[in-house]
Each structure stands twice: as structure tokens, then as C-alpha cells.
């Protein structure tokens, strides 16, 4: 969840947070001096740099979010009912406590980074969290591949099963620590990914940096279960002060985001156009953008699964608000010049409106009270169960 706290959306050509993007190479080294004129975007370049971040935000949402509903389906029979293949396709749920507890850990870890940005030197910095995500990002983007891979391999391919089993202790004590099942695909996906990572750490180039920050955001949306819409309203909440705080009531979002070179954000350049895959004037947005709402129009969906009326209603209003949301943002940065915090715009409108939809349909109350089955949730359902069945016998 540290990738998420960067959450402000692409400043234009003449906001602080891109000067210093203008003033780099796609390795993150310092560029040519001062005197240099700064590169102004053309209107063309600028809406394609625009179109392909709205476009690269909208994948992870909707793939992570249909991915959401299927990984509750991928649990298989196990000898204390059924469990998950392995504890990393196992969704980590939100409760309402953790939500309302997040914006304040995630304005520590920002101002944190801040800080250490300030006193230590941003080159050990930066190198340090380059090989923390570089393990990070090839098992989230071999994660990303591996149904797509499943897919497209013939069956006729051999695929040979793998265990790795780490256990503690002998016997009746013995207690495993760690339990991994995967197959020959899976080792295929981990070697692209490994390929794509020394392409990152190397060159740092955008291409790979989107294609990590693709695979985190749309882990995220898939794996981050809200547990029920009121858990999403206090996220959100929280998140939209803290979004607003940190970009327009100091420099500190921007300051962290220009100077922490790690895939928590996707980048693409205005002057792709002229520069071809060497350009380097970037416009970005953070992956707190894309995962925050992310996980909550997935909440719909499942939702909009739980009523088996065979439509998708709640998914396709909220996909389409934060559509409008991301759109209204760019927009009004690109008019007034000046980084804009993106959940003040995405958090209305993905609330809002599936909000007055459910209002209009007369099911406010089922979405309010519809509830995510959680191991924590079942055990407690099976044990009132039990204790009632004691006393009605």
C-alpha cells in the first residue's frame, strides 16, 4: 500500500512538478544546463501524452476489477474446507477501521519520504528503492501475465507443477513457513518480467516504468477487496482531504513525486512526437489515482454480481464517472496551469453517481448493505451457526 500515497494527477508543461521532468533525460539524470529554452508541448503531442494516460488508467480498472470477481472463484479443495492456491491470489480486505486509519499512514509515509528526500542524498535514495521494486514489479507483472499466458499456450505444451515448501520445526511442531505452487507458464512469466526489470533499473525508461506501474495498479484493483460501499465512502473520504491537503497546502506532493524515481506512476511524454521513444518531457499520474477509485468501482461490480440480474450496472456508471472525474482534472489543470490533486474530482464522481443511480433504481439500501464475505466474516457466520444449532437441539 506505499505506492498508492502518490496521488496527484500530470502537471502541465508549466507546473513545478514537470519543469524538473524537463530538466532530466529518461534515465533520471540531470539533462542539459539551465540556459537551455524549456520545451513547450504542442497541442498535438500534449492530448496524445492526455488520451494515453486516460487510457492507461482505464486498463488496470477494468481488467483488475473483473479480475476481482473471478479471484474469489480461483479457491480449490483443501483439507479444511476450500483455501486459495497460494496466499498471493488470496484478496487482502479492507475494513472500515483500516480505512479510516490509512490517509493518516499514508500522509506519515509521504511526509517521510519528504524528509528523507531533504537530508539524504536522492541518488542512494533512489538507488535503494530501484532494487526494492524491481522485486516488487517482476512478481506483480508475472502475476499480471500469467492468466494471459495460460491462455494463449497451447495445452498440448508441456507444463510441469512446481512446490516450493519452506517449513519450521520437525514433527507434530513442524509449521510451514512457506508454501508456493506454480508451473513451467509461471516460470516463463517470471523470466519476461526479470527481462523487463534490468530494462528498469538500467535505463529507467518509461516504457518499462509504465509497464511496472501497470501491473501494481492493476494488482492492486484485483487483490484490495473493500468489504462493503461504506468501507469505500470512509477510503475515499479520507483520501480526497489528504489528496487535497498534500498538493494544494504544500509543495510536498509534488516535491515527492518529482523526485522518487520508482513505478508509482505512469508517464507518458508530450514530445513523443518530435522525440520519438527518447522524449523526455513528461506528463504523469500517480497510481493512487488509478488504484483508490479502482478498488472501489470493483466493489460495485461485485456488487452488481451479488443481485443476479445478469446487468452491470453499478460497474459501468462508476467506470464511466471516473472517466468524466479524470477527464474533468486534466482539464482543469491544463486551463489553470497548476497541478491538480485528481481524487478532488474522482472521488465525487465515483460516489455520486452510482449513488443517485441506486437512489433512482430504489436499491440504496441493498448497496449500503451489502456485505463481502471474508475469512474473518465466515468463521464468525459459521460459529454463530454452530452456537445456534446447540441451541435449538
Not at 505506492?3 to 508543461?13: F, L, M
Not at 482505464?58 to 483455501?83: H, M
Not at 508517464?267 to 493512487?288: C, H, I, K, T, Y
Request: hydrophobic residues 45%; proline residues 4%.
Amino acid at each position: 500500500m506505499a505506492d498508492v500515497d502518490q496521488g496527484s494527477a500530470a502537471p502541465t508543461e508549466t507546473s513545478p512538478a514537470l519543469d524538473s521532468l524537463n530538466a532530466t533525460d529518461t534515465n533520471g539524470t540531470d539533462a542539459v544546463n539551465a540556459t537551455v529554452a524549456k520545451f513547450v508541448a504542442t497541442p498535438e503531442g500534449t492530448a496524445l501524452a492526455y488520451g494515453s494516460l486516460v487510457f492507461m488508467a482505464l486498463l488496470p480498472i477494468f481488467f483488475g476489477a473483473l479480475r476481482s470477481v473471478t479471484c474469489s472463484k480461483s479457491k480449490v479443495a483443501g483439507e479444511n474446507g476450500y483455501e486459495y492456491r497460494n496466499s498471493s491470489d488470496m484478496p487482502e480486505t479492507i475494513t472500515s477501521r483500516d480505512a479510516a486509519r490509512f490517509p493518516i499512514i499514508a500522509s506519515c509515509t509521504l511526509f517521510g519520504l519528504y524528509l528523507f528526500f531533504k537530508i539524504f542524498s536522492q541518488e542512494y535514495i533512489n538507488l535503494l528503492l530501484s532494487m526494492y521494486f524491481f522485486v516488487l514489479g517482476i512478481l506483480a507483472l508475472s502475476h499480471t501475465m500469467s492468466p494471459f499466458m495460460n491462455r494463449v499456450v497451447p495445452a498440448s505444451v508441456p507444463n510441469k507443477q512446481y512446490q516450493l515448501l519452506f517449513t519450521q520445526g520437525t514433527g507434530e511442531s513442524k509449521e510451514e513457513i512457506v508454501n508456493y505452487e506454480f508451473d513451467t507458464r509461471d516460470l516463463f512469466c517470471l523470466a519476461i518480467s526479470a527481462v523487463v526489470g534490468v530494462w528498469y533499473v538500467l535505463k529507467k525508461h518509461w516504457v518499462a516504468n509504465n509497464l511496472f506501474g501497470l501491473a501494481f495498479a492493476l494488482n492492486g484493483v484485483e487483490l484490495l477487496h473493500l468489504n462493503n460501499v461504506s468501507t469505500g465512502c470512509i477510503l475515499l473520504g479520507g483520501l480526497f482531504v489528504y489528496d487535497v491537503f498534500w498538493v494544494f497546502g504544500t509543495n510536498v506532493m509534488v516535491t515527492v513525486a518529482k523526485s522518487f524515481e520508482a513505478p508509482i506512476k505512469l508517464v507518458f511524454p508530450q514530445d513523443l512526437l518530435e522525440r520519438g521513444l527518447d522524449a523526455s518531457n513528461f506528463a504523469m499520474l500517480g497510481l493512487g489515482d488509478i488504484v483508490i477509485p479502482g478498488i472501489f468501482i470493483a466493489l460495485l461490480l461485485r456488487f452488481d454480481v451479488s443481485l443476479k440480474k445478469n446487468s452491470r450496472t453499478y460497474f459501468y456508471t462508476s467506470f464511466l464517472a471516473y472517466i468524466f472525474g479524470l477527464g474533468l482534472t486534466i482539464f482543469v489543470m491544463h486551463t489553470y496551469k497548476h497541478a491538480q490533486p485528481a481524487l478532488l474530482y474522482l472521488v465525487p464522481a465515483c460516489v455520486g453517481f452510482p449513488v443517485v443511480v441506486a437512489l433512482l433504481k430504489g436499491e440504496l439500501t441493498d448497496m449500503f448493505r451489502y456485505e463481502e464475505v471474508t475469512p474473518e466474516t465466515e468463521g464468525a457466520a459459521k460459529e454463530e451457526s454452530t452456537e445456534t444449532e446447540k441451541k435449538d437441539q
